[in-house]
């Protein structure tokens, strides 16, 4: 038998985003939790990492809409 590729769908791409969304979320509670604390800079990383997320997000749901 042979393989056949599987192709991905608009919903399957549209939980993973709300997934990357909630994580997002996620690193952006964890960052402010540590603003005003001696690890504040680990806080400042975590907010890029946050930035990158929702970049991800978006482009996601741009994906998303184009399988529509």
């Known amino acids: 038998m042979a ?5 991905i769908s608009a919903a399957e791409l549209s939980s ?3 997934a990357v969304g ?3 979320n996620r690193v952006a509670q964890a ?3 540590l ?3 001696p690890h ?7 907010y890029e990492v946050e ?8 482009r996601l749901a741009q994906a998303t809409e184009a399988l529509r």
């Open 40 to 46: 504040e800079d680990v806080g400042v990383e975590l």
């Open 16 to 18: 993973i985003e709300t």
């Open 35 to 37: 603003m005003g604390t």
């Open 31 to 33: 960052a402010d939790e």
């Open 22 to 24: 909630e994580l997002g």
């Open 51 to 58: 930035r990158s997320l929702r970049m991800a997000r978006r």
């Open 3 to 7: 393989n056949v590729p599987r192709v």
